[in-house]
């Protein structure tokens, strides 16, 4: 599904994918292999692919697009890196983390690496508008994850709380790709804007899906343990809508419970499965994917545009 959504950008993401394997080559071989193990773990290339797809909006110049998809990849594949030290996680996409592999030393020098080596490729845009989006939204996203460790465990949160959580972990990256792809063509600043709106309102949505997949998909499918948010205590919105709904007192003490065992987990998804919040949680990410598609409607009639309303569609339907 994932090659026929990005057709029209396949050989372009090809070469993205040449550039990556480049950057994450140096003379150190363990910083190399930790970073290869990485890349090659697999990932939807999202970012670099809406940084291409946003370039179709003007005259689409490669060279000033591939430094900013692999800039963008290697800052999503960074944040990556430094969430599996968090959260201890030992498996993403169906392999080991970089941490279960190499520790937490490596892994959090492996993040950093990516993240500087993404700095080199902005600065060569020589573009302060651009490189300012860029360092705008590193703040924010170091500040949600802040916020979202500080947030464990506690069952008093708010869906506020959830929405601004959410931006800074998932959508403002997703609508800098959007935005930034644009920016990089020239492209006129209403579509621009309109591209950024999107991305954000996808992220959202994708972010959404994420949590409610945490609940509902098949495990070898997503790649990692379900009930993953659970168990280290991040409130999800499915969790929330069932706290909100439930009137078993058992929900609220598992979910705040440091410790939990299998069984405790497969009850607690039991229980908030039964209150409806998952199908809650989906008809919240569809409104976020209706105000995406909305803003489409203020970009050029291209294919591209076609394109973008595809992939909304896929975000709502995925299974991992």
């Known amino acids: 599904m994932q090659f026929q959504l990005f057709q029209e950008i396949q050989a372009d993401l090809a070469k993205v994918e040449t550039e990556l394997e480049k950057y994450v080559d140096t003379s150190l071989p363990t910083l190399t292999a930790a970073s290869s193990h990485l890349l090659h773990a697999g990932g939807k290339r999202l970012r670099p692919a809406f ?59 492996t993040g950093d690496h990516l993240f500087a080596r993404s700095l080199l490729l902005i600065s060569e845009l020589n573009d302060p508008a651009m490189t300012a989006v860029l360092a705008k939204i590193s703040v924010e996203m170091v500040e949600g994850e802040i916020q979202q460790m500080e947030a464990t465990y506690d069952v008093h949160q708010t869906f ?121 949680s989906q008809i919240i990410a569809r409104r976020f994917l209706d105000k995406a598609k909305s803003e489409l409607a203020r970009l050029p009639a291209i294919p591209t545009r076609d394109t973008l309303a595809v992939i909304a569609e896929y975000i709502e339907k995925r299974t991992y």
Request: charge should be positive; hydrophobic fraction near 45%; proline fraction near 3%.
């Open 51 to 109: 940084v291409l797809l946003a370039g179709k909006f003007n005259h689409y110049a490669m060279e000033r697009l591939l430094p900013l998809a692999v800039a963008l990849e290697l800052i999503h594949m960074a944040t990556l890196v430094h969430d599996d030290v968090v959260d201890e996680s030992k498996t993403r996409r169906g392999i080991p983390t970089v941490r279960e592999r190499w520790g937490n030393r490596i892994s959090l020098h």
């Open 160 to 280: 506020r709380d959830y929405l601004y959580r959410i931006k800074r972990k998932t959508a403002l990256l997703i609508a800098a790709s959007c935005q930034l792809g644009a920016m990089a063509v020239k492209a006129d600043p209403a579509v621009v804007r309109a591209l950024k709106l999107y991305g954000h309102h996808l992220g959202m949505a994708f972010q959404i899906t994420d949590d409610i997949l945490d609940m509902t998909a098949d495990e070898k499918e997503l790649g990692k343990p379900i009930g993953s948010d659970l168990r280290q205590g991040i409130m999800t919105l499915p969790i929330m809508e069932a706290l909100r709904e439930s009137r078993d007192p058992a929900l609220r003490t598992l979910v705040a419970k440091r410790e939990k065992s299998q069984d405790e987990v497969c009850r607690a998804i039991e229980i908030i499965k039964h209150t409806g919040a998952v199908e809650r």
